[in-house]
């Protein structure tokens, strides 16, 4: 069985290779590495389990859809345009305050989106605005968008490696808050202070002559009621669990987009809007839908089953010595399908041993974004440098994340090394 499974596995690395080798997106060679396993696993082209397979994701692919809708139509509203214009008005004269709210404009469109992406496209290129006013370089500017973007797509609520992971050992996705929320948090203060911390006080002129203007109208009551609407139905949700109809994360995004387009001080034109962000989230999608399929074909042939057993059975001192190496890699080779691929067999090693395998998913997740930079997919990296307007290669642009990534690498392990230490967050 185990020789059968290993065939299959050999026949599924052999065709994403060459799929890779032809140029074909990892979306599209993903899905011919599953068919190619479901043919070597003798169950042909099966309709059933490719159908079972593109639904495996369908709830995230919703929370996806809802969320980055929720924050397009808030960035046309000029919401955001609002809230940077307004935070360097008040604070340009004080470097530390300004980086610290910088920090949080970056993080909050990941964090409720789960991805960097998004975080990117929407305050990214604003952001960098201010870094590069406040005397930081393109450079810097650029490693501190990506590394704080990837940060963001890690941290609570939305945690696609967390949910994926998860939902593959039948985990439920609670307790996640506070193992996901500060280490994200302290490591994008740290990495905005280690990258863009020293300097001259922004430019007011300059950057507000930079940034897009915000509608007249526009305030801040308009700009929070829409999250406080949000806020309210995960709150009531929380609270009153049993007395509560479950909405589920996309219809509560709904309904904050809705209170964003009620209370828009511009006319928003949203059919438009929502199908630009079915274009932009295509890739994402498209991602999310074919490692379904493979996971499914992967769990069909017995492959999932060989991989889980031959992580479980490693030695555990060379799984911690390899993970600050192995999660990079894999997300840079399977992007988001890593974590039901490799993270499953990883948090079922680490619940064996005694491990709390909510902290060290928790762990692993803050890892994982690292991999975003490196090809041969690099969408995030390279999605950054565009939207910053860093115009040097691209392997300097590697070397600027390098200090900061080894943090961020170091503290993840060490989540997961002693997560029995740390189970305590689980329950705040």
Request: charged share 10%; glycine share 10%; with cysteine.
């Amino acid at each position: 069985m185990f020789a059968a499974a290993g065939l299959v596995l050999g026949v599924m690395v052999a065709v994403y290779a060459v799929a890779k080798a032809f140029r074909l997106t990892t979306e599209l060679a993903m899905f011919a590495a599953a068919l190619g396993g479901s043919l070597a696993g003798g169950f042909g082209l099966s309709p059933r389990h490719l159908a079972e397979g593109a639904m495996t994701y369908l709830d995230i692919n919703l929370i996806f859809l809802t969320a980055t809708f929720f924050m397009n139509l808030l960035k046309e509203s000029g919401g955001v345009a609002f809230a940077v214009r307004k935070i360097l008005e008040r604070f340009h004269g004080n470097r530390f305050l300004l980086l610290v709210l910088l920090t949080g404009l970056l993080l909050l469109p990941g964090a409720l989106t789960g991805a960097g992406s998004v975080t990117v496209l929407i305050t990214g290129g604003m952001v960098a605005v201010v870094l590069q006013a406040m005397g930081v370089s393109p450079l810097r500017t650029a490693a501190t968008v990506f590394l704080v973007a990837g940060l963001s797509a890690a941290a609570p609520p939305v945690s696609l490696w967390a949910m994926m992971t998860a939902a593959g050992v039948n985990m439920p996705y609670v307790g996640f808050f506070w193992p996901l929320l500060l280490p994200c948090l302290l490591l994008s203060l740290l990495t905005v202070f280690l990258l863009a911390g020293k300097g001259e006080g922004a430019s007011l002129e300059e950057a507000l002559g930079r940034l897009p203007e915000a509608p007249t109208r526009m305030n801040g009551w308009r700009l929070l009621v829409p999250f406080g609407v949000f806020g309210l139905l995960v709150f009531i949700g929380r609270r009153w669990p049993h007395e509560t109809p479950v909405l589920g994360l996309p219809l509560m995004f709904a309904a904050a987009a809705g209170a964003v387009v009620l209370l828009s001080p511009v006319r928003l034109e949203v059919l438009r809007i929502a199908r630009e962000t079915v274009q932009q989230l295509l890739p994402l999608l498209g991602t999310l839908t074919c490692v379904g399929v493979l996971v499914q074909i992967m769990t069909l042939t017995g492959v999932r089953g060989l991989l889980a057993v031959t992580v479980v059975t490693l030695p555990v001192a060379l799984v911690f010595a390899s993970l600050f190496l192995v999660l990079p890699l894999s997300e840079a080779v399977l992007m988001w399908g890593a974590a039901p691929v490799l993270g499953v067999p990883l948090v079922l090693l680490f619940n064996t041993i005694g491990l709390d395998p909510i902290v060290a998913l928790a762990g692993m997740s803050v890892i994982w974004p690292l991999g975003d930079a490196l090809p041969p997919t690099a969408i995030i990296g390279r999605l950054t440098v565009q939207v910053v307007g860093y115009r040097d290669g691209y392997g300097r642009f590697l070397k600027a994340c390098a200090l900061p990534a080894v943090i961020i690498m170091a503290v993840g392990s060490a989540m997961v090394i002693f997560a029995s230490q740390l189970s305590f967050l689980t329950g705040i």
